[in-house]
């Protein structure tokens, strides 16, 4: 059944079979937004011939019983095909076969950089998308008169590796340590009705979803539990010799299965026995006021704060004050990369040297080995309601646990 169309000027929408009323926005793999049912650009795409966009395809694994029938053994969806025409067309020749060239590039350009994405959006703000790489269909009608004001790439098809379309906003769930100074551990509830630690996480979509767990320190043990299944899966950093401190994270991702450890670069400052002047600090290419030889760790922080490419939360300054050594740790954009080193400029500096030093290199490392494999089940979230539990333990001020997912849905 149509829905009820937008009233906006800009992107009017068209009536789409399966799909009703809606704006259609194909992005190509370097992000350029190509509006699909605004005619003023002189394209737009054509109702009539679309299919698609309705459930996912899926291959069906059976095994043949004995008194007649089958025994249904696997579902396994399938990439599907977008088939969507297109119409272009221009004032004069040159107009159209600019436009035509332009749109061709945008959307062969998929097979040599990556996927674009085919936006399908309502008039109530809700958004779904799919990737898509071109397949067939730019070679033009090819009637008579077609190709010199105007022509249809009748049967353009993309080919969507995943079947499902994905909701953009991703929706979160963030558990926290807690602001009165005893953590509890599990995880405080959301609400007073629930266990501690436990939480219901809801999917709102047609088919199950796989979360990307984002855990920031410090803490020595995580667990999550899906508690009506009792799959669960723990991340020990001394699995791998390591630790997850203060501002570090670590990145699990359930599909494909990927664990990275951000850790912050730390830099160090000591001025020696200074007793007067001061110093700038430059970080890339940056360069702040002046900063007093016995400035204290806080007043270096907001002196580097105050440079337009460090954001607040992007360093911690802890030690010092100054003469005494100030460390610098790298988090915010920054976490898990190797940073250039900061330069110290002095100034009418008496009685010391400076000494910059990194003590700890940011990186990006590979931290598969720190879940409890074989044992681990890095699960996924089923349409509707999921009791989960989030547990930290070794935790502090700082400690965190971040899930966010993106609704998958049968149809556009």
């Given amino acids: 059944m149509p829905i009820i169309a937008p009233s906006s000027a800009v992107t009017p929408p068209v009536e789409i079979p399966e799909v009703g009323y809606a704006s259609i926005t194909y992005y190509d793999p370097s ?9 003023a650009r002189g394209w737009y795409v054509l109702a009539d011939g679309v299919t698609g966009l309705g459930a996912a395809p899926v291959a069906l694994t059976t095994d043949a019983l004995p008194r007649g029938g089958a025994h249904l053994r696997h579902v ?17 020749h040159l107009e159209f076969i600019a436009r035509w060239r332009q749109l061709a590039k945008a959307f062969t350009r998929t097979l040599r950089e990556g996927p674009g994405v085919l936006e399908i959006a309502r008039p109530d703000g809700t958004r779904r998308q799919i990737d898509v790489y071109y397949q067939d269909g730019w070679q033009g009608l090819g009637a008579f008169g077609s190709g010199v004001t105007w022509d249809k790439a009748t049967g353009l098809t993309l080919w969507c590796p995943d079947p499902y379309w994905v909701d953009p906003v991703a929706l979160a769930v963030r558990r926290e340590y807690g602001t009165s100074g005893v953590f509890l551990n599990p995880f405080p509830t959301v609400s007073s009705s629930q266990v501690l630690g436990a939480t219901t996480v809801t999917n709102p979509g047609d088919v199950t979803v796989w979360p990307t767990w984002t855990i920031t320190g410090p803490a020595s043990l995580v ?23 203060a501002t570090e994270q670590v990145i699990v991702s359930t599909n494909p299965p ?13 001025l020696g026995s200074a007793t007067a002047g001061t110093i700038t600090i430059t970080f890339g290419g940056q360069t702040t006021g002046s900063i007093a030889y ?3 760790a806080a ?26 050594t100030v460390s610098i740790s790298f988090a915010g954009q920054y976490l898990g990369t190797d940073v250039p080193e900061v330069t110290v400029t002095p100034s ?4 010391g040297t400076v000494t910059v030093a990194t003590t700890t290199q940011g990186s990006t490392d590979n931290w598969a080995g720190a879940v409890n494999w074989p044992a681990a089940v890095l699960w996924g979230l089923d349409p509707g309601d999921n009791p989960v539990t989030f547990q930290l333990d070794g935790s502090g001020p700082g400690s965190a646990v971040d899930l966010a997912l993106h609704p998958r849905y049968e149809t556009a």
């Fill in 348 to 351: 009418g500096l008496t009685g």
């Fill in 294 to 296: 016995n400035a204290t």
């Fill in 223 to 245: 667990t999550f539990t899906r508690t009506d299944t009792g799959d669960a899966f723990a991340i020990n950093p001394t699995q791998v010799s390591g630790s997850l401190l």
């Fill in 299 to 324: 007043a270096v922080q907001t002196a580097l704060e105050a440079l337009p490419n460090i954001d607040p939360g992007d360093v911690t300054v802890t030690g010092g004050p100054l003469p005494a």
């Fill in 31 to 39: 992000g350029v937004a190509w509006p699909m049912t605004d005619t």
């Fill in 76 to 92: 396994q969806p399938q990439p599907r095909t977008i088939t969507w025409p297109l119409l272009v067309e221009g004032s004069d």
């Fill in 258 to 270: 990927t664990i990275r450890k951000k850790t912050a670069e730390v830099q160090t400052i000591n």
